[in-house]
Structure formats: structure tokens, C-alpha cells
């Protein structure tokens, strides 16, 4: 057993239990689904919540974050599957291969976790709203380009943000429960933003010039595609700081948190790895992060 400890250092959670059974299948399927969720060892205190300290407004407020988060996460599911199509599309390395399909494994169980944080605030077994992945697809141009373009929206922009925005969200979230998740959420995150910027280097050593366009292209997409998502309008109901303290924080903030990510981190990421960024700064600077 100790062995097998330092084999897998992440273990396996002897306490899980189903998340939200109310979305399985019912058949023997379920038993090999628990082995695979089981895998992360951050186990979530489901009972430790503080839900009951709130209003009802405050708790409906909630319900349709966590709701839509998992609307967010069953999303990227498709996102990763038509992600991995490309891929191998594009013989990209094993590695790259078995951590995309990981990736999309590892936000079914995201799904299932705001799933339950809706029921918490809401009471209600509610089911994954379904929205499936739009990832721009392009027969004519080469393989490569088309994988490394998508990797880059999904995986440098997007998961790079989601990474910043959950470690900021988690540090002002003292409710258990909802601490324990995005916990477990940040560090799957922090894992699918690696693998796009892994990707990024290793397609730029095999396709040169060709794929540094490719990305330079993407870039302003990519960044606008993430942009939508922060802008969008939220869930009726105030941010009181209860509800704060649940896993959630306002949209000026959210904007702001965008903006310094695009400056501190992917601007020089890219840049060391010689994509031209072209307007990003100019794009979400001050004015874009103080529009809300
Ligand atoms: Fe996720
Ligand atoms: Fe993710």
C-alpha cells in the first residue's frame, strides 16, 4: 500500500461518496464512474455547509451561480471532446492526448460538484443545463494549426482565467463547503491551463512560423470569447457579503481580475514564447476593466 502511495500521490478518497446521484444511470456503470471521480483525494465536507445561515434571497442568488457554473463546466465537457478530436486530428503527443481526454473526465466531475451546490442553496435535484462547444472548426487549413488554435482558446485563455478568478473567489470564501470545491476545481484547472501552454511550446518547435500565425490569429478571439463570458449578465439578486463569503464575487470585480490576468500572465506568456499579442493590452485595459 505504501508503494502505491508514492505511485499516486493525489490517492484515493476513501470517504467519497456520489455527488449528485440523481444524474447517473442507475446500471453497474456507476461503480466504474465512482472509481474514476474518486481519483483526487480533496475530499468535500458536503455537510459542513453554512447554507442555512442565509436568506432566502441570498440563497437563490447562489442556486443560480452554482447553477450556471455547472452549466459552464458540463459545457467544457464537449469543449474537451471536440478538443481531443482535433488533437488527434493532429497526432499531437500521447501526453497531450490522454490529458485532454483526462481533462474532459475531470469537468464531468466539476458538473456534478456545482450541481450539488445549486441543490444546496435551491433544495431542488436539478440536471446539468446543456450547452455544447462551438470551437471555430476549419477543414482547409492544416491539422496543427486548427488543434493549436483551439487548444490555445480553450486551454492558454480560458483555463488560464478560470485559474485566477477561482484562487481569487476561493480567498474570500470561508463557508466550507463551498471552499472545499473550489479548491478541488482550481487545482483540475490549474492542470487543464498546463496543458494548452505545454502544447503551444511543443507545436511551435514542430510547425515554426506557421503555427506562431496560427496562434497570433486566434489570440484576439480567444480573448474576446472569454470577455463574453464576463460580461455577461449575472443571476438576479445582490452580492450581499453572505453571500460573498459562499463563492462568489461581482462582475467590476470579475472584469478587473480578467484584465490583470491578460496583462500579468498571458500577455508575457505569450510574448516568451513569440506569439505577437497585437492590441490585447490596449483592448482590456483600464477602460475595459473599469466599464462595469
Ligand atoms: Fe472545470
Ligand atoms: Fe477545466
Redesign the pocket.
Known amino acids: 500500500m505504501e508503494l502505491l502511495g508514492a505511485i499516486d500521490p493525489q490517492g484515493r478518497d476513501e470517504d467519497y461518496e456520489a455527488t449528485s446521484p440523481w444524474w447517473l444511470s442507475g446500471t453497474p456503470l456507476e461503480a466504474e464512474h465512482h472509481r474514476l471521480m474518486r481519483r483526487r483525494s480533496v475530499p468535500i465536507p458536503w455537510d459542513q455547509t453554512t447554507a442555512d445561515q442565509l436568506t432566502d434571497a441570498e440563497r437563490a442568488r447562489l442556486a443560480g451561480t452554482w447553477m450556471r457554473r455547472s452549466e459552464a463546466?458540463y459545457l467544457?465537457v464537449s469543449t474537451?471532446s471536440v478538443l481531443a478530436i482535433d488533437l488527434t486530428a493532429a497526432r499531437a503527443p500521447a501526453d497531450v492526448l490522454s490529458l485532454c481526454l483526462r481533462?474532459g473526465i475531470?469537468?464531468i466531475r466539476?458538473a456534478e460538484m456545482c450541481l450539488r451546490m445549486a441543490k444546496i442553496y435551491s433544495g431542488k435535484q436539478n440536471m446539468p443545463v446543456v450547452k455544447m462547444s462551438s470551437l471555430p472548426d476549419d477543414p482547409k487549413r492544416p491539422k496543427l494549426h486548427q488543434a493549436l488554435a483551439n487548444t490555445m482558446l480553450v486551454s492558454c485563455v480560458?483555463?488560464t482565467y478560470?485559474t485566477t478568478v477561482l484562487s481569487a473567489t476561493r480567498d474570500l470564501t470561508t463557508d466550507p463547503t463551498a471552499q472545499a470545491v473550489l479548491t478541488s476545481?482550481y487545482s483540475?484547472?490549474v492542470?487543464?491551463?498546463r496543458l494548452g501552454w505545454s502544447y503551444l511550446r511543443h507545436a511551435i518547435e514542430v510547425g515554426g512560423q506557421g503555427v506562431i500565425d496560427a496562434a497570433a490569429e486566434m489570440l484576439p478571439r480567444a480573448l474576446r470569447g472569454v470577455a463574453n463570458v464576463v460580461e455577461k449578465e449575472r443571476p438576479i439578486g445582490e452580492v450581499t457579503p453572505a453571500v460573498r463569503t459562499h463563492g462568489l464575487m461581482t462582475p467590476a470585480e470579475e472584469r478587473i481580475i480578467y484584465a490583470t490576468c491578460i496583462r500579468e500572465v498571458l500577455v508575457p506568456g505569450f510574448q516568451a514564447l513569440g506569439v505577437p499579442v497585437g492590441s490585447a493590452l490596449e483592448d482590456y485595459g483600464d477602460t475595459w476593466a473599469h466599464a462595469a
Open positions: 463546466e467544457a474537451f481533462a475531470d469537468e466539476h480560458s483555463e478560470a476545481i483540475d484547472e492542470a487543464h491551463a
